[in-house]
C-alpha cells in the first residue's frame, strides 16, 4: 500500500486537475506573446471607425480609455491562466472581451488552456463562455464580417481551440497512465526483490541457527563434561579436548560459510544436508558422551527440500535434548516411503542429578522447523511424550514429531 501510494505520488497528479507549476521563464514568455498580441488587438479596435452595417441599430463609440483599460486588466489577467485559478481567470477575460476587442486574444489563450488542463465538462463552459463574449461583443462594437458570419467563425474558433486542448489533454493523460504504469511497476517489482532479499535473508537465519546451536550444544556438553569430571582418564580428557577444538573449528567455518552466503547469494550455500547425514548426527552425539539411538525404515530418497528439512528436524530435536534434558537417553527415528517421511525424535527427561549446559534457548528453533515443515505441507508436533515407547503412561520426556508429504 506504502508503495503503490508513493508510486503514485512520484507520477504527480493526472493532468486533468489544473496547470502544473511553471517556470518562471515560460510564464514570463507566454505573458510577453500574449501582451503584444493585445497590444495589437488594442490598437486594432481603437482605430476602427464605427460601422452601422454589421448591427442593428447606430454603433456607439466607446472611448478608447476603456479598450485601453480591458487591455490592462486582460494582460493582468493573463498569468492566472498557469495556476489553479485559470477557470475563473478564464470566465474573467470571456467578460471582458464581451466589452472590447483587446481581450479576444488573452481570450482565445483562456480557451485553449482551461481544455487542455481541465476535464471536458469544464473547459466546454469555458468555451460556451467565450462564444458568448464574443457575440455580445460584436452586438454593440464594429466588426469586420457581417453578423452572421462573425458569429459562425466565433464559434468555429472556439470549438477549434477547445478541441485542440482536450486532444492535447487526452494524449496527456494517456501518457501520465503509461508512466504512472512504469512506475508502479518498478515499485512493485522492487517490493518484491525486498521480500525476497528479506525471505532469503529469514532463511539464511534459520539455517544458522539450525547449523551453530547444535555444534555449540555439543561443545557445551562436552565442555561441561570435562569441568565436572576433572578426574577422568587422561586419554578421555584429550579426547573430549580434540572433540571441543573440532567442534570450535566447524562452527567457525559455519559461521564463515553463512557469512560468505550473505556477501554473495544462494548459490554459495554449498551442499545442502541429505538424509544420510543424519547418521552423522547421531554419530556426533555419541560421542560427546550422549546416549542416541537410531533406527532408519525405508529405502525410499526423499526430495533435497524434505531431506533437509527431516536433518533439520532431528539436528534441533538433538539439540533441545541436550539443552532441557541432559542426560537422557534419546531416540530417533525416521522412516520414509509412500511419497512421505515420518520423523520422531524423543527423549527421557533429564536424568537425576544431571547439570544442563549453560545457557537459555531463544525458542525459535521449534518455530523455525514448524515454518519450515508447513511450507512443504506437512505438520510438526511437540510435547510431552507419553507414546507406548515412553515406558510409562506418564513420561518426562519430551517428543518431537514431523510428517513431511512429497510427491511419489
Known amino acids: 500500500m506504502t508503495t ?13 486537475q489544473g496547470p502544473p507549476p511553471v517556470p518562471r521563464g515560460v510564464l514570463a514568455t507566454a505573458w510577453g506573446l500574449v501582451a503584444v498580441l493585445t497590444a495589437a488587438a488594442t490598437a486594432a479596435v481603437v482605430t476602427a471607425t464605427p460601422d452601422t452595417g454589421s448591427v442593428v441599430g447606430t454603433t456607439p463609440q466607446v472611448p478608447a480609455a476603456v479598450d485601453v483599460a480591458v487591455a490592462l486588466a486582460a494582460v493582468a ?18 467578460a471582458l ?5 483587446a481581450a479576444t486574444p488573452a481570450s482565445t489563450v483562456a ?39 462573425w458569429l459562425l467563425c466565433d464559434v468555429a474558433v472556439h470549438a477549434a481551440l ?36 528479506t525471505a532469503e535473508r529469514t532463511r539464511i537465519a534459520r539455517e544458522m541457527h539450525d547449523t551453530l546451536a547444535h555444534r555449540l550444544s555439543l561443545l557445551a556438553a562436552t565442555a561441561g563434561a570435562m569441568e565436572y569430571r576433572p578426574d577422568a582418564d587422561p586419554a578421555q580428557l584429550a579426547a573430549a579436548a580434540g572433540r571441543v577444538r573440532a567442534g570450535v573449528s566447524d562452527a567457525l567455518e559455519d559461521l564463515r560459510q553463512v557469512i560468505r552466503l550473505l556477501r554473495a547469494g ?9 538424509l544420510d547425514d543424519v547418521r552423522r548426527l547421531v554419530d556426533d552425539a555419541r560421542a560427546a558422551g550422549n546416549d542416541v539411538t537410531y533406527e532408519r525404515v525405508g529405502d525410499d530418497t526423499p526430495p533435497p527440500a524434505v531431506a533437509t528439512a527431516v536433518f533439520r528436524v532431528v539436528q534441533e530435536a538433538l539439540t533441545n535434548a541436550r539443552r532441557h534434558a541432559p542426560g537422557a537417553a534419546v531416540r530417533v527415528s525416521v ?17 537425576p542429578g544431571a547439570v544442563a549446559p549453560d545457557g537459555v ?13 508447513t511450507l512443504l505441507g506437512g505438520t510438526l508436533s511437540t510435547g510431552p511424550d507419553a507414546g507406548p515407547d515412553s515406558g510409562s503412561e506418564v513420561s518426562r520426556g519430551f517428543a518431537v514429531e514431523a510428517w513431511l508429504p512429497w510427491d511419489a
Open 4 to 16: 503503490t501510494a508513493t508510486a503514485s505520488h512520484a507520477a504527480g497528479p493526472p493532468p486533468d
Open 77 to 94: 489577467l493573463v498569468p492566472l491562466l498557469m495556476t489553479r485559478r485559470s477557470v475563473a481567470a478564464a470566465l474573467a477575460l470571456a
Open 97 to 101: 472581451a464581451a466589452v472590447s476587442g
Open 111 to 149: 480557451t485553449l488552456q482551461v481544455a487542455r488542463w481541465y476535464p471536458v465538462r469544464t473547459a466546454a463552459w469555458v468555451a460556451g463562455a467565450g462564444v458568448l463574449g464574443h457575440a455580445v461583443q460584436a452586438l454593440w462594437r464594429p466588426v469586420s464580417l457581417p453578423l452572421g458570419w
Open 162 to 197: 477547445f478541441g485542440w486542448g482536450a486532444y492535447g489533454r487526452e494524449r496527456a493523460l494517456v501518457l501520465w497512465s503509461l508512466r504512472d504504469r512504469a512506475r508502479r511497476a518498478e515499485a512493485e517489482q522492487e517490493r518484491r526483490v525486498a521480500e525476497a532479499r
Open 266 to 274: 544462494p548459490e554459495d550455500l554449498g551442499p545442502v544436508p541429505v
Open 335 to 351: 522412516t520414509t516411503g509412500s511419497g512421505e517421511a515420518r520423523v520422531r525424535v524423543v527423549d527421557d527427561g533429564a536424568a
Open 361 to 373: 534457548g531463544t525458542g525459535t528453533g521449534l518455530v523455525g522447523l514448524r515454518e519450515r515443515a
